[in-house]
Nanobody, 125 residues
Framework: QVQLVESGGGLVQAGGSLRLSCAASGLNFRNYAMGWFRQAPGKEREFVATINWTGGITEYANSVKGRFTISRDNAKNTVYLQMNSLKPEDTAVYYC??????????????????WGQGTQVTVSS
C-alpha cells in the first residue's frame, strides 16, 4: 500500500530553519508530482509548494516564496521542504502529497491522490 511519511517538524524560534522530509513507498515515485500543504488550527488546508517528477518545475505559495525550497531525490523516493526565515504564521501541520499530474504539480488539494499523516511545525515569536 502507498505510504507517505513526513519527518523533520518541531519547535523553532522565529527566523530559524527546518527541513522537512517525506519518504514515499508503495508507488512509482517518478510517476508523481509531489506537493507540500499545511493546515493551521481552525483553517483550511493550504498549498505551500509543489515539484514535478523531474524536479525541474517548482511552484510556491506567495506567502513562502523566497523562504522555502522544495526538492526531491528520485533515487531515495523522498521529497524535501527546506524552510528558512520561519515566521509564527508558518505554524501548522505540514503534509506531503502525491499527484498523478506528474508534468506540473497542481496547487489544488483535490488533485492529490495520496497524503501523509503530517508533521507539526511550531514557530515561536
Amino acid at each position: 500500500q502507498v505510504q507517505l511519511v513526513e519527518s523533520g517538524g518541531g519547535l523553532v524560534q522565529a527566523g530559524g530553519s527546518l527541513r522537512l522530509s517525506c519518504a514515499a513507498s508503495g508507488l512509482n515515485f517518478r510517476n508523481y508530482a509531489m506537493g507540500w500543504f499545511r493546515q493551521a488550527p481552525g483553517k483550511e488546508r493550504e498549498f505551500v509548494a509543489t515539484i514535478n517528477w523531474t524536479g525541474g518545475i517548482t511552484e510556491y505559495a506567495n506567502s513562502v516564496k523566497g523562504r522555502f525550497t522544495i526538492s526531491r531525490d528520485n533515487a531515495k523516493n523522498t521529497v524535501y521542504l527546506q524552510m528558512n526565515s520561519l515566521k509564527p504564521e508558518d505554524t501548522a501541520v505540514y503534509y506531503c502529497a502525491a499527484s498523478a499530474n506528474l508534468w506540473r504539480g497542481p496547487s489544488e488539494v483535490n488533485r492529490y491522490t495520496y497524503w501523509g499523516q503530517g508533521t507539526q511545525v511550531t514557530v515561536s515569536s
